[in-house]
Structure formats: structure tokens, C-alpha cells
């Protein structure tokens, strides 16, 4: 297991949610929803300077069998966006079901789909980052795939 933190990302067409991990990669906490628009250059290098990130994991929401949606091309162009506007790497992993599963979570807890609005966001990302390190704790290896820049343009 790499150590180091990590920030995971919960793309979404209105907001954006965000996790961090602790240093040594065990456990991933929530950090923030971000709406859209907002989810710029400046948000991003401030999240990764403030958390000390080494690495920026993106949801990659694939349908079920495992291929492209509108949403997986969209999270596909904000990692590219956040790859070209950060100094650290960032990973595109799998993560089919992760909203599903926070609001599972969520309505476990007793909240609603309209009051949990503003957290499912953060609790996917959570999800979505918990799954990657564990992933990596078990493989030996990084999760999913890194997201080359285009530092041409």
C-alpha cells in the first residue's frame, strides 16, 4: 500500500463531492459537495494543497455491464480537466453503484433522498475512495487507471 493522502471525487451533474483518506490509507472520510460550476482549477489546487493529496481518484460511473453511459463520458472529461490542472496524479476507478449505495446508507441512518441532497454527494465519494484503497490494500497494486493530461493547450 502506497502511503500517502488521497482526495476521491463523486462527479455529478449539479455538484461534486469530495473525500479525503488519512496518510497511511486506511479509511476515507467526508470533506466536502461542491456545486458544479465551482469545481474549477483554483477549488481543486486548493483541495490538494490543503489535504497534502499525492493522488486524486475519480468515480468512473460504468453501467452495469460494464460499459459507457453519458455520465461515464462525463466524469471521463473532468478527470482530464482535473489531471491538466493539478501537479499529482489522478486515477479513474470504477464506480458502478456508489450513489446507489450512499443513499442506502443514507436512508438507513432514517434521511430522506431530498434532505440527504447535499451529502450523498460526500458519502458516494467516500464510497468510491474506500472501495479504491481496499482495492489497492488487497491487489498490491494502484486502483483503476491514471488520466493523462493534455498540457499542450
Known sequence: MR??????????????????????????????????PDADERTF?????????????????????GGDTASTTDAREFALAVAGWIDVPVRLVDERLSTVSAQRALHATGRGTKRSRPVIDQVAAVIILQNALDTERSAGRPPGSVVEPDREG
Open 3 to 36: 502511503p500517502g493522502v488521497r482526495l476521491g471525487v463523486d462527479v455529478g451533474k449539479a455538484r461534486v463531492g469530495i473525500a479525503v483518506c488519512d496518510r497511511d490509507g486506511v479509511i476515507a472520510t467526508p470533506v466536502a459537495t461542491i456545486a458544479r
Open 45 to 65: 489546487r486548493i483541495l490538494v494543497e490543503e489535504h497534502g493529496a499525492m493522488e486524486v481518484v475519480v468515480g468512473l460511473p460504468l453501467s452495469l455491464n
